[in-house]
């Protein structure tokens, strides 16, 4: 069945100095676009049983483009059929999701001014490099604490039975596997992320301990999600809002997709406030993190933008102020371990 839908006008507002209403809690917790053209469409490898099941949905749109339905989303995979969230739909009105990228307009891509329809091709690229070891980098590089800050982002969603969760640039799907562990009966995760090698990396790992039932794995654009307006019950981002092209824009889709009364959270890293600490996270950012990456994952590069797109990407505040701009309301901040990281909270009401 077709699905028409209606497009909420995205409440972008012009980025200026303005206060926003933000609780912040002190709290230590010591614990990216495909072209269409291109878009890969997922081979399980001939493996019958994860060619059956819990297939990844290669459905990617760019922010320029119509959401008018394509014959590619019909129903396949054996009956799993993503429609439901949205896939094909048609907007009234012919209105297009996003908005088109100025011809000369840029991105930051680590400390390198990139052109905006580059951006996300370079950031899936970084991605793709290190798919397989990218779980073990970050225990490595953290210690185990995102396992830590995960968890409490997970705990502050308070998952229910029978909720839908979008969890983009979901990767491998940590954050959608504790959600369906505490959820119950009847919940579902999308993992949403522009890479199919980190999707196929974390579909592999459901199929083999069983958790297929809940779990769907879709490749999409945070800006041009190829979900419904309001259809899903949370919306969650862990590590991942930094690597799109444009954030603003990213937040106007979250709220778009979310149910009135569903709650957003983005797990991101933040800006370190005591001077003492920032001086040894700096060194241990720069010094350290990039080699790590070259020995273990072999690709040095990708962890030294790791480290500068953390520096690039707006402080708690800042962030706040976009998400109050984006129609989020009752927004709320929770430093995490000193504030190298922080979760923070919205609304849609």
């Known amino acids: ?33 495909v072209d269409a053209n291109d878009a890969p469409a997922f081979d399980a490898g001939g493996e019958s049983r994860r060619d059956r099941l819990a297939q990844i949905g290669a459905v990617q749109r760019q922010p320029k483009e119509s959401p008018a339905f394509d014959a590619r989303l019909e129903t396949a995979y054996h009956g799993l059929d993503f429609r439901q969230f949205g896939h094909g739909l048609v907007s009234q009105g012919g ?47 953290s210690g185990g604490i995102h396992r830590l800050w995960k968890a409490q982002l997970v705990e502050r969603l308070g998952p229910q039975p ?11 799907g940590d954050i959608a596997r504790r959600f369906v562990a505490r959820a119950g009966p009847g919940a579902c995760a999308i993992v949403c992320d522009i890479n199919a090698r980190m999707l196929a990396a ?43 092209t444009r954030i603003a824009a ?14 957003f959270l983005c797990l991101e890293f933040s800006n370190v406030e005591n001077p003492a600490l920032q001086r040894i996270y700096d060194l241990y950012s720069f010094a350290i993190v990039p080699r ?58």
């Open 1 to 33: 069945m077709r699905r028409v839908a209606k497009r909420q006008s995205p409440r972008h507002a012009e980025m200026g100095d303005q206060h926003a209403a933000v609780v912040e809690t002190h709290e230590d917790v010591f614990g990216a676009t």
């Open 95 to 141: 209105g297009r999701y996003g908005a088109k990228m100025a011809a000369k307009e840029t991105a930051d891509f680590g400390y390198r001014r990139v052109p905006a329809h580059e951006h996300a091709r370079l950031v899936r690229d970084v991605f793709d490099r290190v798919a397989r070891r990218y779980d073990l980098m970050n225990d490595l590089m």
């Open 162 to 172: 029978r909720q839908i969760l979008l969890d983009v640039a979901g990767g491998t």
């Open 202 to 244: 974390g579909r592999d790992r459901s199929l083999d301990a069983g958790e297929y039932e809940a779990m769907r794995w879709l490749c999409g654009n945070a800006e041009a999600l190829p979900i419904a307006d309001a259809s899903v019950d949370a919306y969650t981002i862990a590590f991942g809002l930094r690597n799109v």
């Open 250 to 263: 990213a937040l106007a889709e979250a709220r778009r997709v979310l149910k009135p009364g569903g709650r």
């Open 292 to 349: 790590l990456g070259a020995v273990v994952a072999r690709d040095r590069a990708a962890y030294q933008y790791l480290v500068e797109s953390i520096r690039r990407f707006p402080d708690r505040r800042r962030l706040a102020v976009m998400m109050e701009q984006a129609g989020f309301d009752r927004v709320t901040v929770r430093p995490l371990s000193g504030g190298i990281a922080a979760i923070h909270s919205g609304w849609r009401l």
